[in-house]
């Protein structure tokens, strides 16, 4: 700098995108028909998180029981395809029309993605499916009513946080520490992921080149046989074969400095958090490796 002249200085930050006020569907209840499977229950998980009423019943005999005490306002009954048949049958048995007259009137059938259903063999009046793995968006758009437009509809988004996120995706968890270890694996399990874990950096390559699904790597920093540094350099160079060679990884150490961090991000990790794990700055660290749209 000069004196009377003074210093010019270039920086730069980085800040999160805009936050969006949250929507909600407008809806006054669900009844799910399904087995408890793991797409049922995270179905039911988001309509918890929008306040939607919502009862997971799985079997006929009980929807029947219910339908005997049905609370005011439940407007969809979504069936999940395995029952979808037993349902027909059961909903055009004379005696049980009383019981069906109670029912809602709005019907959704949840199908599996990639399968091609036979309208005709829908219940009557079923007007909608809703596609397993559950995407948000749609299950918001099924419950509005507006499934055709949700998809150039812009005032339909809203913010996804980790307690909004219907979480799917398969995650490697590389921690030699077995209580560090089973703490990260019940945050992301709880939160819908499948998680697989590994002791040490070669254990997580060997799972690598054995797992084809893998969508992201929580890599501890230090760890005996092969650390993470180690483990990341390999993963880049193709050591745990081509497909994995820009997989999201994350590291995770016990050290919050500066520097640690720059070493991380040097290594080719993709993003840093510091032990103890807090379940929100993992899950919004997480989300924001998997999703693009995804706003910390």
Avoid at 115 to 122: G, P, R, Y
Wanted: aromatic share 6%; hydrophobic share 45%; charged share 20%.
């Amino acid at each position: 700098s000069k004196l009377n002249e003074g210093s010019q200085f270039t920086a730069t930050a980085t800040l999160s995108s805009p936050v969006r006020l949250q929507q909600l569907p407008e809806v006054g209840g669900v009844i799910v028909l399904s087995s408890l499977h793991r797409q049922a229950r995270l179905l039911c998980k988001q309509l918890a998180v929008w306040k939607v009423r919502f009862i997971l019943i799985d079997s006929l005999d009980s929807l029947a029981e219910f339908s005997e005490k049905m609370p005011p306002n439940m407007d969809w009954l979504i069936i999940d395809a395995a029952l979808q048949a037993e349902f027909s049958a059961w909903r055009n048995s004379k005696k049980q029309a009383r019981r069906v007259e109670l029912l809602p009137t709005n019907l959704a059938v949840l199908v599996d993605r990639d399968t091609t259903i036979n309208v005709t063999s829908l219940p009557d009046n079923t007007l909608h499916t809703l596609n397993k793995p559950v995407l948000r968006h749609e299950l918001f758009a099924l419950l509005q009513g507006s499934a055709r437009n949700v998809a150039n509809n812009a005032d339909l988004s809203f913010i996804p946080s980790h307690q909004m996120v219907v979480s799917t995706g398969r995650i490697l968890l590389a921690e030699d520490n077995p209580i560090n270890r089973e703490v990260a694996f019940y945050m992301l399990q709880d939160s819908g992921f499948s998680v697989l874990s590994a002791e040490d950096g070669k254990h997580a390559i060997d799972l690598l080149k054995t797992n084809n699904d893998i969508d992201l790597v929580l890599m501890d920093c230090r760890m005996p046989v092969m650390d993470g540094f180690a483990a990341t350099y390999a993963i880049r160079t193709g050591k745990a074969g081509e497909r994995y060679k820009n997989i999201p990884i994350v590291a995770c150490t016990a050290n919050a400095s500066v520097q640690d961090k720059q070493e991380c991000l040097q290594a080719g990790m993709n993003a840093y958090i510091t032990k103890p794990l807090r379940k929100k700055v993992l899950l919004d660290t997480v989300l924001a490796m998997l999703n693009p749209d995804y706003t910390i």
